[in-house]
């Protein structure tokens, strides 16, 4: 996340890194996408001539670029965008979905993927934002038992509305507790750290069971909270996930057509471009689900 100083450094780019939309122009040479798709569009840039472009892992490039950084984003009419970072969406995924697969929804995709989540898993969520949210959506689709952590009641609802099975606001409640009462003691078998907050990344650690696996996404404090210590008698494997690569993108899509997913429940705010100052001081507020930008 950009402070203001960070966000006045980048001069006049436009912001925003979560493009979807169809396609207006197509350049010369473009042959794999058409005038009129639907695209979802994949926010990192690469040279495209490493090993890590080759794999798909853009974001890992040395010469990475996000759009709404260092490359004008999508907060705008129009984009311009790389023909291999557009990815079709069928008319079945919504636009708003596309947007969260390009980010929020890609992210927690990654770290469901990486955890394996599969039928009858419980699976804790600590910190309910969009990808939190996400994540919950994600993991009820492949079958989890889910139990969502966070401290606004209103991100509580958003996640029962989603298919939480059960939510704890660790503030009036413990999560630890709360999530071994969940399980029968047992503590969760997997889990997702979306908060980034000292306090979630060290409950994650006490609610695990044996054997239990964690990834971590959520990025904030920086004090060092994990002793290794505790996590060698329990066998505990813990991760850390970033976005996702390029070619992962490609089976989101098709897993959120299959599967039904939808984000839409944890959209709270919608705005017109028009509207631009008043939804990020609404969204900086920390008081909402996830705040998107549409045209008509």
């Given at each position: ?12 780019r ?21 005038e ?7 926010h ?5 001539h ?21 490359v ?15 990815v079709?969406?069928?008319d ?11 980010c ?13 989540v ?9 910190g309910?934002g ?23 009641d ?12 059960e939510v ?10 709360a ?21 979630g990344?060290?409950?994650i ?11 971590f ?6 004090e ?47 705005f017109?471009?028009?509207d ?14 996830k ?6």
């Open positions: 996340r950009m402070n203001k100083e960070q966000a006045k450094s980048r001069g006049d436009v912001p925003g890194h979560e493009p979807c939309g169809i396609i207006d122009i197509i350049g010369h040479g473009v042959k794999k996408v058409k009129g798709d639907r695209v979802t569009v994949y990192y840039l690469g040279c495209g490493c090993d890590q472009c080759a794999s798909g892992n853009l974001m890992w490039c040395r010469e990475a670029r996000g759009y709404g950084g260092p004008d984003g999508s907060h705008a009419d129009y984009v311009i965008a790389d023909e291999r970072n557009c079709p969406i069928p079945s995924v919504s636009f708003i979905d596309g947007a969260f697969i390009a929020p929804g890609g992210t927690a995709f990654s770290s469901m993927k990486k955890l394996d599969k039928a009858g898993n419980t699976v804790a969520v600590f309910l969009p990808v939190g949210l996400s994540g919950v959506a994600i993991a009820k689709a492949m079958g989890g038992k889910v139990i969502g952590i966070d401290i606004l209103l991100r509580l609802d958003l996640a029962k509305s989603i298919g939480a099975d704890v606001n660790a503030k009036n409640d413990n999560p630890v507790d999530i071994r009462n969940f399980t029968n003691g047992k503590g969760a078998m997997l889990a997702f750290e979306a908060s980034g907050s000292t306090q990344r060290t409950d650690i006490h609610s695990l069971s044996r054997g239990g696996k964690a990834v996404v959520g990025v904030g404090s920086n060092n909270v994990i002793n290794p210590s505790q996590i060698i008698g329990s066998q505990l494997t813990l991760m850390g996930s970033f976005v996702l690569p390029l070619w992962l993108t490609w089976e989101m899509v098709g897993f959120v057509n299959s599967q039904k997913v939808s984000f839409e429940k944890a959209v709270t705010h919608r017109s471009i028009d631009a100052p008043l939804a990020y001081k609404i969204f900086d507020e920390g008081q909402t689900g705040a998107v930008f549409e045209w008509n």
